[in-house]
């Protein structure tokens, strides 16, 4: 009799065991997570890290991407203030001719007065969201990796008038048109580099994203490997943990019925004495 009761209690034992594997799978295959603070608490910390990891890129390539955009802004106002320098130029061509009338002048020096009213309306006005992007006032420092430390100063050129030495410029004279001329010139030299230095900038700013990116896919694979579940693995230990939980029932059934058959053989022989 003691025997029986110390079998059935292995056999009870081994149940819950099993019962409590069965619970883990099902855990495993709903939740699509294969540790938990309880199954592996060190490989649940390092996964947590990496979706850390990752959740930070993620952050910080959103940030890239909002620079991107206001470089890309500003790139467009640099090419209207291109447009309007190549028109003063024109002019200022056109007033070089001595030949001009004084009425052919004045509308001449009207435009380019004009042109110069435009170039420094996009030099205020051109802005993303708030930020001023051409008056020499931006100037940001962004984010490009996951740690302090990471990071690239953005900057982009003042391109007013008086930034592009062409304020006090006009074609009234032929003296003043050829003047005018040279100074253009540099000022439509400065747009230009103005323009390298945005392309330049978001081209440094793009590689950084795509590394981010890159280092992302690692990250996700890193933690898939240590926290998701194997589908194909996890339901083959499930139909195995059901097979040994039936086959314990089974055994402590047929222990349980060995049981009661020889205490009714051992205390009716008794009650028959």
Sequence with gaps: MVGNIGSNLGILNNLLKTQKKL???FSALSTGQSVTSKSDPA?????SSLQ?????LSTVNRGIDYTQSALTTAEGGLGEVRNNLQRMREIALQASNGTLSQSDRSNLQNEFEQ???????????????????????????????????????VTVDGVSTTD?????????????????????????????????????????????????AVQQE???????Q???????????????????????IEVLKAQQKS??????QFFGGLGKK
């Design 23 to 25: 619970r883990d799978s």
């Design 43 to 47: 490989g649940l910390a390092i996964a």
């Design 52 to 56: 850390t990891q990752s959740s930070s």
């Design 115 to 153: 042109l110069q009213e435009n170039v420094n309306s996009l030099a205020q006005n051109t802005k993303f969201g708030s930020t001023s992007l051409l008056d020499g006032s931006f100037s940001q420092q962004v984010q490009t990796g996951a740690n302090a430390g990471e990071n690239q100063t």
């Design 164 to 212: 592009l030495g062409i304020a006090d410029e006009g074609v009234a004279t032929q003296a003043s048109a050829q003047d005018a001329l040279s100074a253009i010139d540099s000022a439509l030299e400065q747009v230009n580099s103005a323009s390298a230095s945005i392309g330049a900038q978001q081209n440094a700013l793009e590689f950084r994203s795509n590394a981010n």
């Design 218 to 224: 690692n990250l996700a694979a890193a933690q898939s």
């Design 226 to 248: 240590i926290a998701d579940t194997d589908y194909a693995s996890e339901l083959s230990n499930l139909s195995k943990q059901k097979f040994l939980q039936q086959a314990q």
């Design 259 to 264: 049981a009661a058959s020889l205490s009714q």
